[in-house]
Each structure stands twice: as C-alpha cells, then as structure tokens.
C-alpha cells in the first residue's frame, strides 16, 4: 500500500498573494473570483442552521443510529467531520508539523521527499496514510451497510491494493482581500474518497449545501470526510460528491493535509447493481480512469460528472 502514496503540493494561490498581502496593494487579476456557475450565496445567519454532522467512526458496526446517521450525511452533504478514528491529537498534531517542515524545504528538496514517501521513508505520513485507508476501508465498507448492499460492493471496485493513495499538502498564505480572492475555487473532487486534516485552528474550507456556502469548523482531533465524483457514480447518485471551495484569511496562514483515495485507473468504476432499479434507474455509465476524464472536462470547463451521466427520456 506505501508504495502507492504520491505526495503533492497544493496548488493554492501561493506567492504572489502572499507578496500582495504585504504589500498592501490590490489583488493581481489572475486571482480575482469573477462570477462562477455554481451558486453563489454565502454565508449568512439563516444558515447557521445547517451544520456538518459529526459521525463517531467507532459506532458504524455497533450502532444502527449511527449508520443511519452516515448514510443520511452522505445523502444530503455527502460530508461529514469523522471522529472515533483511532487517531491521536498528538499524531495529528505531528502529522501538521511534518506538512509545515514540507512547506518550508526548497523545491528540489520536495521533489527529493516525494520520492522518498515512494519508497516507504515517509515515516510519520506513511503511517498516517495507512491509518486513513484503514478509516477509509471502513467507512466504504459501513456505507455499503447503511445503503444494505454487500459490503465490499463499493469497496472492491477500488481495485485492492492498486488503489492509490494521494497526499496533497495545501498551504493557504494570508491574504489581504478574502472578499476578492478564493484559496481554492469551486470543485468537486475527483476521488473516490477525501479525508482532510484541517489547520488546528485557522479555518477557511466552505461545503455548498442547498446552494449555500456553509462553513467547515476546525475540530482539531476530527478528519473531514468527503465523497468524490467517483463515489457518486458508484452509488447511482445516491451519495453526493459535494462542491466545496476555500476562503482566504486576512491574517493567518492556513494549511492543511488532503488524502485522496481513487480507484485503481484500470478498474471499471461503476453503479452497484443492486442500486439500479425501476424507480432509480442508472445513472451514470460505467467508467475507466475518471481522473483523465476529469482532467479533461476541467480544461474544456464542463462538468465532469455530467459528461457520464446516463439521458433517460
Ligand atoms: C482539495 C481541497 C480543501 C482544504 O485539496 O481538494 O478541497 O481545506 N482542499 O484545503
Ligand atoms: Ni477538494
């Protein structure tokens, strides 16, 4: 499995908004958010009623209420805050620092570092990716449960050991026009699953939930769950992958530590049979190596998942 951990740097807004924020001047146009299509509210006290469940990871198999607790978040978010994951807040806490030492090494000594995850010596964050496949594994195998299909039916179109764990370190420098400027824009992610380690305190990730943007709180000790493009399809639509997006913040860097767990490129990635019926006909066509699809519509700026979505009349 170690073998399989690719670790990357986020793409974030980077220098040159750092440089601005000092700097005091206007934002570069590049990093200026036009109007985007996927809903635009924000915030606002209204909303404050819709929060991000919390699911306790060590009560799937035992508590009947927690599953239906998962199944009801992945059918309406498709996110959750994962807690009970067997995970200290000191290893956490360890798994934060080994991000920042990365985020400070020059480039040639990041490329250096990610080849050497690649050979096992990643200690700390080989040992944290093991663990959040273990969490991972089971929460597929749970979701499965709670939609009372076969329990690896989710999980064995991930293609076994060749599925690929990605870690991508995002580091979000302050910024000096939160209200101009996106640390991530509007996305869906084209994993199976994502589970992210959030900055202790600095918050910043927004989830869009009935067309509004809701706030993701930082529970330090918690791991941010959520589904991507992939798990939609393989649950006919049943699960959500959900947009979210990254707000800046005027005085604090932030960062935090994504892990992204898609299927196997060969494997044919699908909707569960089981979840095919007269009254939810199938949704999506079975597909091979989402990421090259995903990659494409992102250039071409459509919507991935609408270009393997079945046309029923
Ligand atoms: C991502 C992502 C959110 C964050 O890396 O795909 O959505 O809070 N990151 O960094
Ligand atoms: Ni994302």
């Given at each position: 499995?170690?073998?399989?951990?690719?670790?990357?740097?986020?793409?974030?807004?980077?220098?040159?908004?750092?440089?601005?924020?000092?700097?005091?001047?206007?934002?570069?146009?590049?990093?200026?958010?036009?109007?985007?299509?996927?809903?635009?509210?924000?915030?606002?006290?209204?909303?404050?009623?819709?929060?991000?469940?919390?699911?306790?990871?060590?009560?799937?198999?035992?508590?009947?209420?927690?599953?239906?607790?998962?199944?009801?978040?992945?059918?309406?978010?498709?996110?959750?805050?994962?807690?009970?994951?067997?995970?200290?807040?000191?290893?956490?806490?360890?798994?934060?620092?080994?991000?920042?030492?990365?985020?400070?090494?020059?480039?040639?000594?990041?490329?250096?570092?990610?080849?050497?995850?690649?050979?096992?010596?990643?200690?700390?964050?080989?040992?944290?990716?093991?663990?959040?496949?273990?969490?991972?594994?089971?929460?597929?195998?749970?979701?499965?449960?709670?939609?009372?299909?076969?329990?690896?039916?989710?999980?064995?179109?991930?293609?076994?050991?060749?599925?690929?764990?990605?870690?991508?370190?995002?580091?979000?420098?302050?910024?000096?026009?939160?209200?101009?400027v996106l640390g991530v824009k509007p996305h869906t992610?084209?994993?199976g699953i994502t589970a992210l380690l959030q900055d202790?305190?600095?918050?910043?990730?927004?989830?869009?939930?009935?067309?509004?943007?809701?706030?993701?709180?930082?529970?330090?000790?918690?791991?941010?769950?959520?589904?991507?493009?992939?798990?939609?399809?393989?649950?006919?639509?049943?699960?959500?992958?959900?947009?979210?997006?990254?707000?800046?913040?005027?005085?604090?860097?932030?960062?935090?530590?994504?892990?992204?767990?898609?299927?196997?490129?060969?494997?044919?990635?699908?909707?569960?049979e089981a979840l095919i019926n007269g009254t939810r006909?199938?949704?999506?066509?079975?597909?091979?190596?989402?990421?090259?699809?995903?990659?494409?519509?992102?250039?071409?700026?459509?919507?991935?998942?609408?270009?393997?979505?079945?046309?029923?009349?």
């Open positions: 499995m170690s073998g399989n951990v690719v670790v990357s740097e986020g793409k974030s807004v980077g220098k040159s908004v750092q440089e601005m924020s000092m700097d005091g001047d206007e934002p570069p146009p590049q990093f200026v958010v036009k109007e985007h299509p996927f809903g635009s509210k924000q915030c606002n006290s209204s909303s404050e009623s819709i929060h991000i469940p919390i699911i306790d990871v060590s009560l799937l198999l035992s508590s009947e209420q927690e599953l239906l607790q998962l199944r009801s978040a992945l059918a309406s978010s498709g996110c959750f805050q994962a807690v009970g994951h067997g995970m200290s807040s000191s290893f956490l806490e360890k798994v934060r620092e080994v991000a920042k030492q990365f985020f400070a090494l020059p480039v040639e000594e990041k490329q250096k570092y990610a080849r050497a995850v690649n050979e096992s010596e990643g200690e700390t964050l080989e040992e944290f990716s093991i663990k959040t496949k273990a969490m991972m594994d089971q929460l597929l195998r749970s979701m499965a449960r709670s939609l009372n299909v076969e329990e690896n039916s989710f999980l064995k179109q991930f293609g076994g050991d060749s599925a690929m764990m990605q870690a991508r370190f995002n580091f979000y420098p302050p910024c000096s026009r939160p209200d101009m992610d084209r994993s202790a305190q600095v918050e910043g990730l927004q989830v869009l939930i009935h067309d509004t943007w809701i706030n993701v709180p930082a529970i330090p000790d918690a791991l941010v769950v959520n589904l991507g493009d992939q798990m939609q399809i393989m649950s006919n639509g049943i699960f959500k992958s959900p947009m979210h997006r990254v707000i800046t913040n005027r005085e604090k860097l932030r960062m935090s530590v994504a892990m992204f767990n898609e299927p196997d490129a060969e494997a044919e990635v699908g909707p569960v006909p199938r949704m999506y066509r079975n597909v091979k190596n989402y990421g090259v699809i995903n990659y494409q519509c992102y250039q071409e700026g459509k919507v991935a998942l609408e270009t393997v979505r079945v046309a029923h009349n």
